[in-house]
């Protein structure tokens, strides 16, 4: 089974500028990896998910993420970042048959 | 819509008592799973289920127990709650060839005094 890490707990960021939520995974073969969202109060939403072809994936809500196997990183990007973006953002990887192993999450705060 | 629901958004037990959490979901799907969530832990598998009657353990599932008897319906039981269950509970189901596609409740906020 995979697994992956997200190094930062929490990130702040200023309504408008660029995101980006790093995700590291561990995997030898050609990894299937997603990226889960959680709104205060909310359960979770899938958000992107790649399984192969083009590195770089479009999800919902203006995010994207791009698969760098030199890096064997996931990292999620948003161009410019609403107050409605603050949540907390979970990388993910299969953990077995139909199971889903979830990162630690990071929480985003966003600020005026 | 994909449509998971969770019977209580927050609980209150006391140590020892039986606790259920009920999760129903509105399409269909094979696959259900519950998961509780702690700070700096993220989401941690209890159970899973990929069909009525089965069941297969998570990386947790010390302290609890699931029944699935109908499709829709996946139910948590502790069956002596303790502090150290206090948490939060989320429930999610997925198609049977779609694992990792998973739809989730709201939670459930278990407080166990």
């Known amino acids: 089974a995979q697994s992956v890490t997200q190094p930062d707990i929490h990130i702040t960021v200023s309504e408008g500028a660029s995101l980006e939520l790093r995700c590291n995974y561990s995997y030898g073969a050609t990894p299937y990896l997603f990226w889960y969202v959680q709104s205060p109060g909310q359960g979770l939403q899938l958000l992107l998910k790649?399984?192969?072809?083009?590195?770089l994936v479009q999800g919902i809500k203006g995010f994207e993420a791009e698969f760098k196997r030199s890096q064997s990183s996931f990292n999620l990007r948003k161009p410019s970042v609403h107050w409605s973006d603050a949540a907390e953002y979970f990388c993910a990887a299969p953990g077995g048959y139909q199971k889903v192993t979830f990162g630690t999450g990071t929480k985003l705060q966003v600020i005026p | 819509d994909v449509k998971v629901t969770q019977s209580s958004r927050y609980l209150v037990k006391r140590t020892g008592e039986k606790v259920f959490l009920e999760c129903v979901q509105d399409m269909d799907h094979e696959n259900m799973f519950w998961y509780r969530q702690d700070p700096g832990l993220g989401l941690r598998l209890i159970y899973f289920?990929?069909?009525?009657?089965?069941?297969e353990k998570g990386d947790i599932p010390e302290g609890y127990s699931v029944s699935r008897e109908k499709k829709e319906r996946f139910s948590l039981i502790l069956e002596s709650a303790s502090t150290n269950q206090t948490s939060m509970y989320l429930c999610?189901?997925?198609?049977?060839?779609?694992?990792?596609?998973?739809?989730f409740g709201p939670g459930t906020r278990l407080t166990v005094t």
């Open positions: 289920s990929y069909d009525v009657k089965m069941k």
């Open positions: 999610a189901s997925s198609l049977g060839d779609r694992g990792y596609e998973q739809y």
């Open positions: 790649y399984f192969s072809g083009d590195t």
